[in-house]
């Protein structure tokens, strides 16, 4: 077990765990990902009063993380990169596509749902690189072929720009920054659509992937400034952004609601990452601190429970696992309106029910007498059903391996 420190502005803050596995982000990537459940379903419970909108920052931040943790030691073995990347992202990607795609075709021909493509070659294998909705129940899994994409074009720009001697980060932040604000100009006019949306996506998101390497290069070791004047700076910022502007928030994967031209989206990432990166900061002491009975870390590389418990293990198990809840979310949604349609069919309870729209439309939310508040149960659900899942999977993986180690030691 190693041990790695970030500076805050508080001072050092020392963190048991991985060195290759940073406890800020780990929470980051935890708010990130419950802001995700929560934009889809409705739920502003994460916009500080609606100052940072979700979708005006927060597909860009799962880049901002991953390209935080790239590594130049990757380009010494680019195949191996590929394939690492594809073993990670794309097998259970295409795993759970076809398994989402049964279900759509069951709950099609027995339930009488309209919602989901037929299965084909085309939206087995092509459709996720195009759109990502192919069968409804795992559209927000749309982001897991980009962000592989996404990272796959990084490597090989970067190999280039070596081989040209001119890897630089800010060169490469200025092209990228460039290029996908080109892209958000083409699209105000009207240009990207049908198939250029699939470049169009990756291009205008790979600028913030390369944020994420260009903070820990140039800019990590200079994140001092205390948290007043910090917080001042961001929040001044975004009060004008919210008074100036449009409204400030877009569509990452259609490339599409662009109401301020190119330089605001982009703006956008920049102070919501700024904001949640910082509240992530303050948060890492509840992670540093030792403490019975909650849910443990786990080790991100082997996926074993690490020594000790912490206060904040719930939240970096989530950050470890935001895979799983960005691809079962929408089905855990599901669920409960399954559920809630149950209840108003059999008792005559919430007689306000829409049955045509729950069996047609994936963004139907039902919410028991009208509200607000229940939404926190969709979001309940779509964070606690994908983490019991992959939990499951994680017990029978050990279960399975346990039994082939002893199997092998009676084998001798």
Avoid at 40 to 56: E, M, Q, R, W
Avoid at 177 to 187: F, I
Avoid at 234 to 258: D, P
Avoid at 312 to 340: D, P, Q, S
């Amino acid at each position: 077990m190693t041990h790695m420190s970030y500076k805050n502005a508080g001072g050092a803050v020392t963190v048991t765990g991985d060195a290759s596995y940073h406890a800020a982000f780990g929470l980051l990537s935890a708010l990130a990902i419950v802001m995700v459940v929560a934009g889809h379903a409705g739920y502003d419970i994460l916009t500080v009063g609606g100052l940072f909108p979700y979708y005006s920052f927060h597909v860009p931040l799962f880049l901002f993380i991953s390209g935080y943790f790239y590594r130049e030691e990757e380009e010494k073995e680019p195949f191996l990169y590929v394939k690492k990347k594809a073993k990670r992202l794309l097998l259970p990607y295409f795993t759970w596509n076809l398994v989402y795609g049964l279900l759509a075709f069951w709950l099609r021909v027995f339930f009488g749902f309209s919602m989901g493509e037929p299965i084909s070659p085309k939206s087995l294998f092509l459709d996720p690189f195009l759109n990502g909705y192919q069968f409804i129940y795992n559209f927000a899994a749309w982001f897991v072929p980009v962000l592989f994409l996404t990272e796959i074009m990084n490597l090989c720009m970067r190999l280039l720009l070596r081989k040209l001697c001119l890897y630089h980060e800010w060169l490469i932040l200025a092209g990228t920054l460039a290029v996908g604000m080109a892209v958000v100009y083409l699209s105000v006019g009207g240009h990207v659509w049908g198939l250029y949306k699939t470049p169009g996506r990756i291009l205008f998101l790979y600028p913030c992937f390369q944020m994420g390497q260009f903070y820990k290069k140039k800019l990590e070791h200079r994140d001092t400034l205390g948290n007043i004047p910090y917080f001042a700076v961001v929040l001044g910022i975004q009060v004008l952004l919210n008074l100036c502007c449009n409204g400030l928030a877009y569509s990452s994967v259609w490339c599409t609601g662009f109401a301020n031209g190119p330089v605001i989206p982009y703006v956008t990432v920049v102070s919501g990452t700024a904001f949640w990166l910082r509240v992530s900061k303050i948060l890492v002491p509840l992670v540093g601190e030792e403490r019975s009975g909650d849910f443990a870390a786990r080790d991100p590389g082997t996926g074993h429970v690490a020594a000790g418990r912490r206060t904040g293990g719930f939240l970096l198990y989530l950050g470890r696992n935001t895979y799983a809840v960005m691809m079962h979310h929408i089905m855990a949604f599901m669920l409960v309106k399954g559920v809630l349609a149950g209840i108003a069919a059999h008792t005559g309870y919430m007689a306000d029910f829409d049955f045509a729209r729950f069996y047609s439309d994936i963004d139907y939310y039902y919410l028991v007498k009208g509200a607000e508040a229940f939404k926190m149960v969709y979001l309940a659900a779509g964070i606690a059903l994908p983490l019991g899942l992959q939990r499951g999977i994680d017990l029978w993986k050990e279960y399975g391996k346990e039994r082939e180690r002893t199997f092998r030691l009676h084998s001798k």
